[in-house]
């Protein structure tokens, strides 16, 4: 399938999403929110795919809305997504995968930018990236789960810092709140992704998708709950093939061959 706003392509098990209106900082308009929505809906339903990759094409991983389009196409642009939902709809969907989604961030992230990066399962940075929320600066807030997803993330004090002043932060400083994972050499993120990747497509398909499923449903649950969906999650992967095969291979001394059953 032709996109216009992304590239797409596949790589050992790796489907690997890049942002594609360089010009434009890879700002979110319409149309990739349309084109991101439809490669998510299929990346969910093929099997051959078990981890995504999402990167910036050129110098950002992502601008955030496409104020210019919303300022002067109000009733066709994004803007006029934004009072449907649509960007949170396509946050939902990609935070609803079952398989891990990396963020390979370029450069700048900046409020729908940084929303999408903390969507993703793990976050690895150029350290030339900086990262921020500026809705404030346009009597906005952010729209697509920025000011629930940041502190949880990060400390509460420090995400009303970054929401109150809108001011951005550079890499280090992001990956030392636990924004981000890992900051790398510029020019080398995206091949850290990919290493990322290759590593978890070794893993098994349905321990990483009882791991997420932990994650997203045990946080507000109180300890004793949560701690029986954990245990829950467990007691199915235990009738997996998978399961099977990653004792034997411990017990045989060799790689287990996972296919996600």
Do not use: H
Not at 30 to 35: F, H, L, R, V
Not at 200 to 213: D, H, N, T, Y
Request: with cysteine.
């Amino acid at each position: 399938m032709k996109y216009n706003t992304i590239l797409y392509e596949k790589e050992d098990g790796a489907a690997i999403i890049t942002l594609n209106r360089p010009d434009r900082l890879n700002a979110i308009n319409a149309e990739m929110d349309s084109e991101l929505t439809r490669v998510v809906n299929e990346i969910a339903e093929d099997n051959t795919v078990r981890v995504i990759v999402i990167t910036g094409n050129g110098k950002a991983f992502s601008a955030g809305a496409d104020i210019k389009e919303i300022v002067t196409s109000p009733e066709t642009s994004f803007g006029a997504g934004l009072s449907r939902g649509e960007p949170l709809q396509l946050f939902i969907k990609i935070d609803n995968l079952s398989k891990p989604v990396i963020a390979a961030i370029n450069g700048l992230a900046i409020g729908g930018g940084c929303e999408l990066a903390m969507v993703c399962d793990l976050r690895i940075a150029s350290s030339s990236a900086s990262f921020g929320f500026g809705e404030i600066m346009i009597g906005m807030i952010p729209s697509a789960g920025g000011t629930v997803r940041l502190p949880r993330l990060v400390n509460i004090a420090k995400a009303r810092e970054m929401l109150f002043f809108g001011e951005p932060i550079d890499a280090n400083e992001a990956c030392r709140i636990g924004l981000v994972n890992k900051v790398v050499a510029p020019g080398t993120v995206l091949q850290e992704a990919k290493k990322w990747a290759n590593k978890l497509c070794l893993r098994a398909p349905l321990g990483l998708k009882a791991i997420k499923s932990c994650f997203k449903n045990c946080a507000q649950l109180p300890l004793a709950a949560a701690v029986e969906y954990e245990a829950k999650e467990a007691a199915i992967l235990v009738n997996s093939k998978d399961r099977q095969e990653g004792m034997k291979a411990f017990v045989e001394k060799r790689l287990p061959s996972f296919e996600g059953k």
